[in-house]
């Protein structure tokens, strides 16, 4: 990737809010939408989510996981016109989920930049039931725009996207 490349997937994966998750159930896939954040030096995404949900039973069940994040529909390029759908920046992340400890420095940090980002979410740490995961990308698939595709590493990927 060239660095106009790289600072698309970067702008892109701060820009968007949610992402869409695809785990496993019963060997079918299920895709739900999560808040998320990138955190750490592998640049992985962390997410929020309730007990109650389907994707986080099938996440302690079946960690490997997707996660896609998207450009908005109504993206504008440079020039100013709307960019067709086929498109559209976005990135497919193939990765690993885990549970962090409430106990863990990992948790509170990972609390702390969660909440930074997402401030009305304090009500939810507050209630039973609701665990951090942090997913951390095995290879990513990043499409720039019509003939712009990168497949990345969980090394490029966290070159790429991590701490600058």
Known sequence: MDATQNLTLRRLLRSRAVAALGTVEKGEPFVSMVPYILHGAGADFL???SGLSAHTRQMLAQPRVSIMVSAAEDAVGD???AIQAQALP??????????I?????????GKAAYLERFPSAQQMFELPGFSLFAISPRSARFIAGFGKAHSLSQETWAQAVGPA
């Open 47 to 49: 997410i929020h989510v």
């Open 101 to 109: 400890d409430p106990a863990s420095r990992a948790y509170a940090a």
């Open 79 to 81: 020039d100013g016109a």
């Open 90 to 99: 976005r990135v497919t992340v193939q990765g690993n989920a885990t549970r």
